[in-house]
T-cell receptor, first 113, second 108 residues
Framework: NAGVTQTPKFQVLKTGQSMTLQCAQD?????MYWYRQDPGMGLRLIYY???????DKGEVPNGYNVSRLNKREFSLRLESAAPSQTSVYFC????????????FGPGTRLLVL | GQSLEQPSEVTAVEGAIVQINCTYQ??????LSWYQQHDGGAPTFLSY????GLEETGRFSSFLSRSDSYGYLLLQELQMKDSASYFC?????????FGPGTRLSVLP
């Protein structure tokens, strides 16, 4: 039981490049989330998927797209990376939407040059 | 707005009790959660309050007062391993808003 896994752990991109961050959970959770965390700050919600087949924007969705591939997997895509997207990205899941407990993955550290 | 406020840093000694406050500026939310994050690690869930009052989970307790727009996390019998950042988070239904975090340093 790995919980929430994320790949890659680290990534360096040049401005304008694209990439997809992968997230998978093995807890049979219905809801999944993508957050970003900038140095010394709290987490900000980018997108969420309340249940399989649905996705919605969070607080800071600009520059990102998501895909809920199946119940287990939720990916985050940067189409044209910008230095402002340098951050640590966390994926999380919860049994139900608005479930009080969110389980977080280990994070992806992204640097955009 | 949907902003949360927390003290940026708190320092306490091993064995002591510390309270970390969280104030918010809007009503109409489902619950207040608390998460712990060690440096370089992922946030881990500590406690949740859907209703006003105190919730106790081992050495950690959390309190919510909707009428005062205020909550807190209470850590008892502090241990060195409790040195970490602590975040409150509010579920507004279609958005989860995290506070800026409080860095707790536990001294021997």
């Amino acid at each position: 039981n790995a919980g929430v896994t994320q790949t890659p752990k680290f990534q360096v991109l040049k401005t304008g490049q694209s990439m997809t961050l992968q997230c998978a959970q093995d807890m049979n959770h219905n809801s999944m989330y993508w957050y970003r965390q900038d140095p010394g700050m709290g987490l900000r919600l980018i997108y969420y998927s309340a249940s399989e087949g649905t996705t919605d924007k969070g607080e800071v969705p600009n520059g990102y797209n998501v895909s809920r591939l199946n119940k287990r997997e939720f990916s985050l895509r940067l189409e044209s990376a910008a230095p402002s997207q340098t951050s640590v990205y966390f994926c999380a899941s919860s049994e139900i939407f608005r479930g009080e407990t969110q389980y977080f993955g280990p994070g992806t550290r992204l640097l955009v040059l | 707005g949907q902003s949360l406020e927390q003290p940026s840093e708190v320092t306490a000694v091993e064995g002591a009790i510390v309270q970390i406050n969280c104030t918010y500026q809007t009503s109409g939310f489902y619950g207040l959660s608390w998460y712990q994050q060690h440096d370089g690690g992922a946030p881990t869930f500590l406690s949740y309050n859907a209703l006003d009052g105190l919730e106790e989970t081992g050495r950690f307790s959390s309190f919510l007062s909707r009428s005062d727009s205020y909550g807190y996390l209470l850590l008892q019998e502090l241990q060195m391993k409790d040195s970490a950042s602590y975040f409150c988070a509010v579920d507004y239904g279609q958005n989860f808003v995290f506070g800026p975090g409080t860095r707790l340093s536990v001294l021997p």
